[in-house]
């Protein structure tokens, strides 16, 4: 049986005790960081060195946004737009902007399907406001709820029918953050009245397979807790209010807004109605260090079952699911939706 999180890799190689790890452990999918992608031939090596350690086609995920977020990196793949491009287009043409961010991920879902990568951590659905922290910013697809869903379900539509599942991000929305959550916990001050535009984006796109929290804490709701670890946060707020049924997994429990050790982390995001842990060592930079927290992670995951292995199975699914495209046909569309970034790519 699989284990509920997904675990990443510390370079461009599966060394000899992460094999052992995902072995024994079998996480229920892998995470595939900016160091462990060089070259096309690489991430496939490195893909099927994975299946062979878990010994299923366990599902890969990578954060391809498009922008500042984007793991595969030029010149070796092509370069994406940011949620910003795409925003841009859609006030002077929603029709426009629809098409070119479904087009848009599309195409990156072909790019990385040719790489056995079958789950992005996108889009963003996040509603940035004037003053906040930078995190977000030109990630964002708009400020207003209606523009960035609408985005969003493009986003969405665009990477389901290349094969690959989304993952909204992150709710139920870090726009207001004045802190970037990597380093301290974000403490979000608005009143219901301001954050429920926060939640309707994220309503309009609930039907998403997948969902990853935000380590933030709402102080209108439950003050001083991150909403990974917040049973209000995820029951009332992003279950009830929001409507989101899918497979909801944590940000990175590396993350430093999250305080205790990573055992004490994994089992407050459980306890608090995650379905999946996701850990990536981000602040990590040796193996040998990587490995010792992922064991850490691992050996605290539950099992995947009932309701969480239900939900993980839909994401799987979308993997065998590709429609057809024509490669040349809409790179050369999707160059004249957006000349301004078409150069670049």
Same mark, same amino acid.
């Given at each position: 049986?699989?284990?509920?999180?997904?675990?990443?890799?510390?370079?461009?190689?599966?060394?000899?005790?992460?094999?052992?790890?995902?072995?024994? %452990?079998?996480?229920?999918?892998?995470?595939?960081?900016?160091?462990?992608?060089?070259?096309?031939?690489?991430?496939?090596?490195?893909?099927?060195?994975?299946?062979?350690?878990?010994?299923?086609?366990?599902?890969?995920?990578?954060?391809?946004?498009?922008?500042?977020?984007?793991?595969?990196?030029?010149?070796?793949?092509?370069?994406?737009?940011?949620?910003?491009?795409?925003?841009?287009?859609?006030?002077?043409?929603?029709?426009?902007?629809?098409?070119?961010?479904?087009?848009?991920?599309?195409?990156?879902?072909?790019?990385?399907?040719?790489?056995?990568?079958?789950?992005?951590?996108?889009?963003?659905?996040?509603?940035?406001?004037?003053?906040?922290?930078?995190?977000?910013?030109?990630? =964002?697809?708009?400020?207003?709820?209606?523009?960035?869903?609408?985005?969003? %379900?493009?986003?969405?539509?665009?990477?389901?029918?290349?094969?690959?599942?989304?993952?909204?991000?992150?709710?139920?929305?870090?726009?207001?953050?004045?802190?970037?959550?990597?380093?301290?916990?974000?403490?979000?001050?608005?009143?219901?009245?301001?954050?429920?535009?926060?939640?309707?984006?994220?309503?309009?796109?609930?039907?998403?397979?997948?969902?990853?929290?935000?380590?933030?804490?709402?102080?209108?709701?439950?003050?001083?807790? =991150?909403?990974?670890?917040?049973?209000?946060?995820?029951?009332?707020?992003?279950?009830?209010?929001?409507?989101?049924?899918?497979?909801?997994?944590?940000?990175?429990?590396?993350?430093?807004?999250l305080g205790g050790s990573l055992?004490?982390?994994?089992?407050?995001?459980?306890?608090?109605?995650?379905?999946?842990?996701?850990?990536?060592?981000?602040?990590?930079?040796?193996?040998?260090?990587?490995?010792?927290?992922?064991?850490e992670v691992a050996e605290a995951?539950?099992?995947?079952?009932?309701? =969480? =292995?239900?939900?993980?199975?839909?994401?799987?699914?979308?993997?065998? %699911?590709?429609?057809?495209?024509?490669?040349?046909?809409?790179?050369?569309?999707?160059?004249?939706?957006?000349?301004?970034?078409?150069a670049g790519i």
């Amino acid at each position: 049986m699989a284990k509920a999180c997904i675990l990443s890799v510390s370079g461009p190689v599966l060394t000899s005790g992460e094999a052992a790890l995902f072995k024994a %452990q079998n996480p229920w999918g892998v995470i595939l960081m900016g160091r462990s992608c060089v070259s096309r031939d690489q991430v496939r090596r490195l893909v099927a060195d994975i299946w062979t350690a878990t010994g299923r086609e366990t599902l890969i995920f990578i954060d391809q946004e498009g922008g500042r977020v984007a793991r595969l990196k030029a010149p070796e793949w092509p370069l994406f737009p940011r949620g910003a491009d795409y925003a841009a287009l859609y006030a002077q043409d929603p029709e426009l902007g629809r098409e070119a961010c479904w087009l848009g991920h599309r195409l990156m879902a072909a790019e990385l399907a040719s790489l056995s990568i079958h789950a992005d951590c996108a889009p963003v659905v996040d509603l940035p406001v004037a003053g906040a922290h930078d995190i977000i910013g030109d990630r =964002a697809f708009g400020t207003g709820p209606a523009q960035v869903a609408d985005l969003a %379900q493009a986003a969405l539509d665009g990477l389901r029918a290349g094969g690959v599942a989304g993952v909204i991000k992150h709710i139920p929305g870090h726009g207001r953050s004045m802190s970037d959550s990597h380093l301290e916990l974000p403490r979000v001050t608005a009143g219901d009245n301001e954050l429920s535009k926060d939640f309707d984006a994220f309503a309009r796109v609930a039907s998403a397979p997948m969902a990853m929290t935000a380590h933030i804490a709402y102080e209108a709701y439950d003050p001083g807790r =991150a909403a990974t670890v917040s049973p209000y946060m995820i029951q009332e707020i992003i279950r009830h209010r929001i409507g989101f049924d899918g497979l909801l997994m944590t940000d990175d429990l590396g993350m430093k807004a999250l305080g205790g050790s990573l055992t004490d982390r994994a089992n407050a995001s459980i306890e608090a109605g995650c379905d999946v842990l996701l850990h990536c060592s981000g602040f990590v930079k040796t193996s040998d260090g990587i490995l010792a927290e992922m064991t850490e992670v691992a050996e605290a995951a539950p099992v995947l079952a009932g309701r =969480a =292995a239900e939900r993980a199975a839909v994401a799987d699914a979308i993997a065998k %699911q590709a429609e057809p495209l024509e490669p040349a046909k809409a790179w050369q569309r999707f160059r004249e939706l957006l000349p301004q970034v078409g150069a670049g790519i």
